[in-house]
């Protein structure tokens, strides 16, 4: 029974922070590489952080400086700390574990959370 549960998002103002939480069960954490995407109305689904099980971390321009992804193995939880946050950055964002290997991929989400950068 595999789980990946989120914290609620909120109602944050422009400049404004966040952190949201995923907490993961059923799953060796450990081994999946765990990230962050969101979905604005209208808009695709985009990756917004990611932290390999090797210890990168990747994030797109529209948020390098501002977003930063961070795991705790011991916890089964991986955090998004969003600063200096804008409207641009409204959307439902889902936490997602991935192991890859040769032979495929398995992968799991989060129910999604809603936040809402506004004035």
């Known amino acids: 029974q595999v789980q990946l549960v989120e914290s609620e998002g909120g109602l944050v103002q422009p400049g404004g922070s966040l952190r949201l939480s995923c907490a993961a069960s059923?799953?060796?954490?450990?081994?999946?590489?765990m990230g962050w995407y969101r979905q604005a109305p209208g808009k695709q689904r985009e990756l917004v952080a990611a932290?390999?099980?090797?210890?990168?971390?990747n994030y797109p321009d529209s948020v390098q400086g501002r977003f930063t992804i961070s795991r705790d193995n011991a916890k089964n939880t991986v955090y998004l700390q969003m600063n200096n946050l804008k409207p641009e950055d409204t959307a439902v964002y889902y936490c997602?574990?991935?192991?890859?290997?040769?032979?495929?991929?398995?992968?799991?989400w989060g129910q999604g959370t809603q936040v809402t950068v506004s004035s």
């Open positions: 932290f390999t099980r090797g210890g990168i971390t």
């Open positions: 997602n574990a991935k192991r890859r290997r040769a032979i495929g991929a398995t992968e799991y």
């Open positions: 059923g799953i060796t954490f450990s081994i999946y590489d």
